[in-house]
């Protein structure tokens, strides 16, 4: 009897041992859908566990093995018990929060989500072709300038569909009663909206200005006059704006989206605006104080110059542009 006794000792002794702290601490990924033999061996493998079998075997007898968090941990190895809790809702898997900004387009948000670990070659390929991830109210073949420029916390197993998702739904709450009415009361679609905002979004220096340039734009729309927009030029070439060279022929491309070459609006967005910018081509400043519609616009010295008539333009050109310091 106290052999056996013994022998129990030893064999609970050794069972506890195998279950107990490690010492190690390691990230870990615990995919979607893994089992708790699948989970035992990933931690195994990291040097959380000594045992993956009996941690698995505790898994399934308490239950736990159905309600594992797929995630990923940064987690030590202080036994078998402490684990299992941390993986079935004791701790919460990693996050990474990362901040798209206004007017940016998808391919540097995809380098955004690939610098942090994520899929972005996934979620560009998503961009250029959405397939059923497409949403009703993205009219192009596309979905450049519907992601929403925001600050998202993401789950580091997330994939490429579930941040198209998320920008999107971030969108479509854009989309209010108010800003339906006032989309047909200025006969614009929702395609038109985010495309001339995506240009206004690009060449305004601050949100201040936004207004006075998106109604420079719907005023030169309502004559057929070209929007003659640098920003537009820039995208047909996939350059950024300072890189355009007059001398190169930049501006001679031929692309639909080259506003100097054709008339209208290009056929999508040349980045994705935010706020700011969608509002402001609903409710734009169209006029001078003497009632005249604003056609022409220009920066220079820090600030934003507008004019009703182009031989003002050429002047304040000539003024403040070209005018020695």
């Keep these: 009897m106290v052999v056996l006794f013994l022998t129990f000792a030893l064999l ?19 995919p979607k859908g893994a089992t708790g033999q699948e989970v035992a061996r990933i931690l195994e493998e990291a040097g959380l566990l000594r045992s993956g079998y009996l ?32 993986l079935t809702g004791g701790e919460r898997p990693l996050t990474v929060t990362l901040t798209f900004p206004e007017g940016e387009r998808g391919v540097d948000y995809a380098r955004r989500l690939s ?28 979905l450049e300038g519907y992601l929403f420029p925001a600050t998202y916390t993401f ?12 920008m999107l739904s971030r969108f479509a709450a854009e989309l209010t ?38 109604g420079v734009f719907l005023n030169r729309l309502e004559r057929g006059m070209p929007l003659q927009a640098d920003p537009t030029v820039a995208y047909a070439l996939g350059k950024r704006l300072p890189e355009l060279s007059r001398r190169a022929g930049d501006f001679g491309v031929d692309s639909p989206y080259n506003t100097y070459r054709y008339p209208g609006l290009p056929p999508g967005p040349i980045g994705n605006p935010g706020r700011a910018a ?9 006029t001078d104080p003497k009632g005249r519609p604003y056609l022409y616009f220009f920066h220079a010295k820090g600030r934003l ?21």
């Excluded at 006032?182 to 200005?209: C, D, M, N």
Aim: net charge neutral; aromatic share 10%; charged share 25%.
């Design 177 to 214: 009663p108010p800003v339906r009415r006032l989309l047909e009361e200025q006969g614009l679609s929702v395609h038109a909206w985010v495309t001339l905002a995506s240009i206004v979004q690009a060449e305004a220096g601050s949100p201040e200005e936004m207004p006075k340039i998106a």
């Design 115 to 142: 610098q942090a670990g994520l899929d972005g070659e996934g979620f560009l390929r998503l961009v250029r072709e959405p397939g059923a991830v497409r949403p009703s109210f993205v009219e192009g073949p596309t």
């Design 55 to 86: 941690f698995s075997a505790y898994l399934r007898f308490s239950g736990r093995a159905k309600r594992l968090v797929p995630g990923v941990y940064r987690l030590e190895g202080e036994g078998a018990f402490r684990l299992a809790r941390a």
């Design 278 to 286: 969608l509002l402001a081509v609903l409710n734009p400043v169209r």
């Design 305 to 325: 110059f507008l004019n009703a008539d182009f031989e003002g333009h050429l002047q304040d050109l000539a003024r403040y542009r070209y005018s020695s310091p």
């Design 155 to 166: 789950d580091l197993l997330v994939g490429p569909e579930e941040v198209v998702r998320a």
């Design 12 to 30: 609970l002794f050794y069972a506890l041992w195998l279950l107990g702290p490690t010492g190690k601490e390691a990230t870990v990924r615990i």
